[in-house]
């Protein structure tokens, strides 16, 4: 019933459509059940009168039904064209729903779901969810009011007979239902297989260069064989089910002609039907029938719709880990200040990354965080814009918590350029302007000039306007380096985090990426990640981190003299060298 209630809630802003769409239904049928009634007055009364009357009546006549099925026509036009856009509104507002939801859900929630899973629903089933939409109320209630109509009008004709008839219909009924019971995980699996494929998709193809230069073609085709393989065998089981679940009701539809065979030549023998009443019987029972054919045709379409729903509407009532406060108010004016106090961190139940970490930032100042990977440097980081929540403790900007700060002001204030760059498909400038959505064309060269990128830029053919691929692959690494860092400026954020952002250049490009980002540090509070220590020599402060929480604090001069977790490290990268 909760499904059912937060699928109804997408039909109130069509509600229009949807009772047009419903009244189109209703005359349809009324319709499809006047014309053997009006067939069967006819017979018994003008088409017994003489030859005159029946060709002076037969104008007005075929008039009044090219009048009554002109109607039905553009009944069906209604039915099919705005039945249909009706779905995709809602198709569209469900997705949009969807899209809106996975923007909200916090890292965690992409740390455990394949991105292939997630696009799976947000297009494949929804597609099955806006035709169930469409057909669905539409499919019963036509279905109902002919088979409700038939019903009644054979109990018109014969009331004995159409009980015989009824008895066998309620076993179709309780077979169906019990089926439809039986089919839904079945479907439900269907959508998951399905989804799995789409996730090995995009493995594969967002790692293609990753493939290639391994050399693992068979490797990925085995793998998307096995995940294909698998939704083949669900595909097998459903078909298996749906081939029982149609033949068996083809035998009770064949059950219910020979019910009229049988019993209506009994009734004729009685002399209590008549042979004229019985072919009128035969067509009311084709009518009663259609509709039973279209539930049960309607059984495969509601399952994936259904199956896509309930997949919909998990997402949807996965809460957020990270959200607003009640009470969280907006950060402004922002100096700088930063303070971990007591800090502890874990990723779900696992062994604490961070544990009881406490460091002060002065505002404007540059500090720089160094040690073994694995020691929490990233995550120490990602917790200041509340990319994951502390376990224990408390992080403040300017002596605010930031639980206590709206998320969107937070990470306005907090510009992060990273090693692993990620630009969006489209131009150069388009990609630059993300730092900022409003920025005139001036912001964005003058952004560019600041990151020493423009006069490479200038250089292209195409200018601001050159296309940098999916994921920026028509460009090297410094030069996309160099883009994110434009992007920075153009944010011009008080706090900056720099996630390793030179570390997997050449020397060269290191070189113009470590002036622009000492540009980019000036006047602002810097947290740098390096591992190439040379990077981080002026620094303000260095911090030395490692699974047991921070070792050691100090400026390079002084942490050299100590002659510890740091001096070990530099040494071993500039041995020889000095």
Same mark, same amino acid.
């Given at each position: 019933?909760?499904?059912?209630?937060?699928?109804?809630?997408?039909?109130?802003?069509?509600?229009?459509?949807?009772?047009?769409?419903?009244?189109?239904?209703?005359?349809?049928?009324?319709?499809?059940?006047?014309?053997?009634?009006?067939?069967?007055?006819?017979?018994?009364?003008?088409?017994?009168?003489?030859?005159?009357?029946?060709?002076?009546?037969?104008?007005?006549?075929?008039?009044?039904?090219?009048?009554?099925?002109?109607?039905?026509?553009?009944?069906?036009?209604?039915?099919?064209?705005?039945?249909?856009?009706?779905?995709?509104?809602?198709?569209?507002?469900?997705?949009?729903?969807?899209?809106?939801?996975?923007?909200?859900?916090?890292?965690?929630?992409?740390?455990?779901?394949?991105?292939?899973?997630?696009?799976?629903?947000?297009?494949?089933?929804?597609?099955?969810?806006?035709?169930?939409?469409?057909?669905?109320?539409?499919?019963?209630?036509?279905?109902?009011?002919?088979?409700?109509?038939?019903?009644?009008?054979?109990?018109?004709?014969?009331?004995?007979?159409?009980?015989?008839?009824?008895?066998?219909?309620?076993?179709?009924?309780?077979?169906?239902?019990?089926?439809?019971?039986?089919?839904?995980?079945?479907?439900?699996?269907?959508?998951?297989?399905?989804?799995?494929?789409?996730?090995?998709?995009?493995?594969?193809?967002?790692?293609?260069?990753?493939?290639?230069?391994?050399?693992?073609?068979?490797?990925?085709?085995?793998?998307?064989?096995?995940?294909?393989?698998?939704?083949?065998?669900?595909?097998?089981?459903?078909?298996?089910?749906?081939?029982?679940?149609?033949?068996?009701?083809?035998?009770?539809?064949?059950?219910?002609?020979?019910?009229?065979?049988?019993?209506?030549?009994?009734?004729?023998?009685?002399?209590?039907?008549?042979?004229?009443?019985?072919?009128?019987?035969?067509?009311?029972?084709?009518?009663?029938?259609?509709?039973?054919?279209?539930?049960?045709?309607?059984?495969?379409?509601?399952?994936?719709?259904?199956?896509?729903?309930?997949?919909?509407?998990?997402?949807?009532?996965?809460?957020?880990?990270?959200?607003?406060?009640?009470?969280?108010?907006?950060?402004?004016?922002?100096?700088?200040?930063?303070?971990?106090?007591?800090?502890?961190?874990?990723?779900?139940?696992?062994?604490?990354?961070?544990?009881?970490?406490?460091?002060?930032?002065?505002?404007?100042?540059?500090?720089?965080?160094?040690?073994?990977?694995?020691?929490?440097?990233?995550?120490?980081?990602?917790?200041?814009?509340?990319?994951?929540?502390?376990?224990?403790?408390?992080?403040?900007?300017?002596?605010?918590?930031?639980?206590?700060?709206?998320?969107?002001?937070?990470?306005?204030?907090? &510009?992060?350029?990273?090693?692993?760059?990620?630009?969006?498909?489209?131009?150069?400038?388009?990609?630059?302007?993300?730092?900022?959505?409003?920025?005139?064309?001036?912001?964005?060269?003058?952004?560019?000039?600041?990151?020493?990128?423009?006069?490479?830029?200038?250089?292209?053919?195409?200018?601001?306007?050159?296309?940098? &691929?999916?994921?920026?692959?028509?460009?090297?690494?410094?030069?996309?380096?160099?883009?994110?860092?434009?992007?920075?400026?153009?944010?011009?954020?008080?706090?900056?985090?720099?996630?390793?952002?030179?570390?997997?250049?050449?020397?060269?490009?290191?070189?113009?990426?470590?002036?622009?980002?000492?540009?980019?540090?000036?006047?602002?509070?810097?947290?740098?990640?390096?591992?190439?220590?040379?990077?981080?020599?002026?620094?303000?402060?260095?911090?030395?981190?490692?699974?047991?929480?921070?070792?050691?604090?100090?400026?390079?001069?002084?942490?050299?003299?100590?002659?510890?977790?740091?001096?070990?490290?530099?040494?071993?990268?500039?041995?020889?060298?000095?």
């Amino acid at each position: 019933m909760n499904i059912l209630k937060k699928f109804i809630k997408y039909y109130q802003p069509q509600q229009f459509l949807f009772y047009t769409d419903l009244l189109c239904a209703v005359i349809v049928s009324m319709i499809d059940l006047a014309f053997p009634l009006i067939l069967n007055d006819l017979a018994k009364t003008l088409f017994t009168k003489d030859k005159s009357s029946i060709l002076h009546a037969l104008g007005f006549i075929g008039l009044a039904l090219v009048a009554m099925y002109l109607i039905k026509y553009f009944c069906q036009y209604f039915i099919i064209s705005w039945g249909h856009i009706m779905g995709a509104r809602m198709e569209t507002e469900m997705r949009n729903d969807l899209f809106d939801h996975y923007q909200r859900l916090s890292f965690s929630y992409y740390d455990q779901n394949n991105t292939g899973e997630m696009m799976s629903k947000l297009v494949a089933d929804l597609f099955d969810i806006a035709e169930l939409a469409h057909h669905g109320p539409e499919n019963l209630f036509i279905s109902a009011l002919k088979i409700l109509g038939s019903f009644v009008i054979l109990m018109m004709i014969n009331a004995p007979m159409t009980l015989i008839l009824l008895f066998v219909t309620l076993v179709m009924v309780f077979y169906t239902i019990h089926k439809n019971i039986k089919m839904a995980p079945i479907f439900t699996d269907n959508r998951v297989k399905i989804a799995d494929v789409n996730s090995s998709v995009q493995d594969s193809l967002s790692g293609i260069r990753v493939v290639k230069s391994f050399a693992n073609e068979d490797m990925e085709r085995e793998k998307f064989s096995k995940s294909n393989r698998a939704f083949l065998l669900s595909k097998i089981a459903a078909y298996k089910a749906m081939g029982s679940f149609y033949a068996w009701n083809s035998f009770f539809e064949g059950l219910l002609y020979i019910v009229v065979v049988v019993s209506g030549g009994f009734f004729i023998a009685l002399g209590s039907l008549k042979i004229t009443d019985l072919a009128i019987y035969v067509l009311y029972i084709n009518i009663f029938i259609n509709p039973i054919d279209v539930l049960i045709n309607f059984t495969e379409q509601f399952q994936k719709g259904y199956a896509g729903f309930k997949r919909f509407v998990e997402v949807l009532d996965t809460e957020p880990q990270i959200v607003d406060k009640a009470h969280a108010k907006p950060l402004s004016k922002v100096l700088g200040e930063i303070e971990y106090k007591n800090v502890s961190f874990r990723y779900n139940d696992d062994y604490n990354v961070l544990n009881d970490v406490n460091l002060t930032i002065e505002a404007g100042k540059t500090i720089a965080l160094v040690g073994p990977s694995g020691g929490g440097k990233t995550t120490f980081c990602s917790l200041l814009p509340r990319f994951y929540d502390i376990t224990a403790g408390s992080i403040t900007i300017d002596g605010k918590d930031i639980r206590n700060i709206t998320l969107k002001s937070l990470r306005n204030a907090i &510009g992060i350029v990273q090693q692993d760059v990620y630009l969006f498909e489209g131009s150069i400038k388009k990609n630059i302007a993300y730092g900022k959505a409003d920025a005139t064309d001036a912001e964005i060269i003058e952004a560019a000039q600041n990151a020493n990128i423009h006069d490479f830029i200038m250089s292209l053919d195409e200018g601001y306007d050159t296309y940098v &691929g999916e994921r920026g692959v028509r460009l090297s690494g410094g030069q996309k380096q160099r883009l994110s860092i434009a992007r920075v400026f153009l944010k011009n954020p008080p706090i900056l985090i720099l996630d390793e952002a030179t570390s997997a250049l050449d020397n060269e490009s290191e070189l113009f990426i470590q002036k622009s980002l000492e540009k980019l540090s000036q006047n602002r509070t810097t947290i740098v990640i390096a591992h190439r220590l040379s990077t981080i020599k002026n620094s303000d402060e260095i911090v030395v981190v490692t699974s047991e929480g921070i070792q050691e604090k100090g400026n390079h001069k002084q942490l050299l003299a100590q002659d510890g977790i740091y001096a070990h490290y530099y040494n071993m990268q500039f041995e020889g060298l000095e």
